[in-house]
């Protein structure tokens, strides 16, 4: 198999790439660089992924890139996925993601390719109301850049169902951490990251409402290390059927278990030593659902994956990142 890994110079796809070129798969990276660090693809285990620059929107780019490189499955991550920007640019979001998903499902089509993985999200299920969220909880995004995971994944499954092409679409819950320091996210669009940023100006990490139905007050979520998300991909893209027998599977990637945003605060600052200033309480942001973690039964029956990294890893590898592009910080 040769492997074409979009958006495999991001954070998540480099680390896909790293993780499958470990597993001894052939894989080309097509990232049109908008938000990528592209060194994070030097220094890989086992065989040097081929970086192709441009964007998934490129049908032309597309085809030279299939045949050129005989490639016989897709793991498909390019995307725009800031939640904020995606109110205040759906038309992007929505060409980004789901044009350019389009694009490349043709290019799919059209070159024979028969295994596809999609990266989708948890942001599908909206603000489920459930103690544990199952493939079965009623999917209602609430803003447009779920909108655009909800509809990628209809548009795979349906292009799937009609080509003889076998998907998975991957709802990855909350991501941190890194396998090294140099693949870490370098957004600060996450919890784990807005609380290093915090700490590093020396403010209060902010923790938004402590009023919330449960234990402590404070959203839950599970969190999951990139690593053990790599390694669902990998798992996946392996357990495909065999070329012309379709078939698609959609399914949590999570880890079953909850932590609350005042855990991670006392947990983030055991691991930097930051424990001044403390995390202060600030209100409610509109649209945060209480609790959102992911039932992972599925996955394992599936893929046999689970994850196996700790909560207290994913904050140390996520600190060794931060602390490699932010000198001062500790
Ligand atoms: N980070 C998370 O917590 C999270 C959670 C759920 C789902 N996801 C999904 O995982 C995927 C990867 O996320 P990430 O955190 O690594 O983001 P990222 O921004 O680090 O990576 C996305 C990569 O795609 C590239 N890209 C963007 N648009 C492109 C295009 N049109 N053509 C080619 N390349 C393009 C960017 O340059 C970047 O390298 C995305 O699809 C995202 O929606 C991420």
Known sequence: MTWLITGGA???????????????????????????????????????PVLVRGSVLDRELLDRTFAEHGITGVVHLAARKQVGESVEQPLRYYRENVHGLTVLLEAVVAAGVRRFVF????????????????EETPCVPMNPYGETKLTGEWLVRAAGRAAGLSTACLRYFNVAGAAEP?????????IVPMFFDALTRGEAPLIFGDDYPTPDGTCVRDYIHVQDLAEAHLAAARRLPEAGSGGDLTVNIGTGRGLSVREMADL??????KREPAARVAPRRPGDPARVVASAQLAEKELGWAARHSVRGMITSAWEGWCLRHPGAR
């Open 119 to 134: 990266s989708s999200s948890a942001a599908v299920y909206g603000t489920p109301d459930v103690d544990l969220v199952t």
């Open 182 to 190: 140099r693949l870490a996210d370098t957004g600060v669009f996450n």
């Open 10 to 48: 991001g954070y998540i796809g480099a680390h896909v790439a790293r993780t499958m070129a470990e597993a001894g798969e052939r894989a080309v990276v097509l990232d049109d660089l908008s938000a990528a660090v592209p060194e994070r693809l030097e220094g890989m285990p086992g065989p040097q």
């Open 268 to 273: 983030v600052a055991e691991v930097t030593g």
